[in-house]
C-alpha cells in the first residue's frame, strides 16, 4: 500500500528550472531514504540524486551544483529541484523509497522532464 507520486514535470527551455515533488503515503516516512531516478530512451536508469534519513546527500556527477534534493519529513515529501536544466536532461523522472532497515524499495510511477527549445 506504499504509494509515491511524483509531479512537476513537463516542458522547459534549456537554462531554465523545474521542482518535481514526490508525496509518499503508506509507510513511516522517516525511515526511509529517497531518491531520484531517470530514464531516457534506450538508455539505463540512473541515481540522479537520493538523501537519507538523516539528510545526507549525493548526486550524480553530471548534475552536481545543478540540482538539489530535499526533504520534509512532516510532509512526507521529497523535492528536486533543477536549475540550468540542458537537453540531456530529458528523460522520465521516477522517485524511490528505500526503507534502510529492511532494505525494501518502493517506486514512483514517474514524471517526464523535457528540456528543449
Known amino acids: 500500500q506504499v504509494q509515491l507520486v511524483e509531479s512537476g514535470g513537463g516542458l522547459v527551455q534549456p537554462g531554465g528550472s523545474l521542482r518535481l515533488s514526490c508525496a509518499a503515503s503508506g509507510m513511516i516516512f522517516s525511515i526511509y531514504a529517497m531518491g531520484w531516478y531517470r530514464q531516457a530512451p534506450g538508455k539505463q536508469r540512473e541515481l540522479v540524486a537520493a538523501i537519507s534519513s538523516g539528510g545526507s546527500t549525493n548526486y550524480a556527477d553530471s548534475v552536481k551544483g545543478r540540482f538539489t534534493i530535499s526533504r520534509d519529513n512532516a510532509k512526507n515529501t521529497v523535492w528536486l529541484q533543477m536549475n540550468s536544466l540542458k537537453p540531456e536532461d530529458t528523460a522520465v523522472y521516477y522517485c524511490?523509497?528505500?526503507?534502510?532497515?529492511?532494505?525494501?524499495?518502493?517506486w514512483g510511477q514517474g514524471t517526464q522532464v523535457t528540456v528543449s527549445s
Open positions: 524511490n523509497a528505500n526503507n534502510e532497515r529492511n532494505g525494501r524499495g518502493y
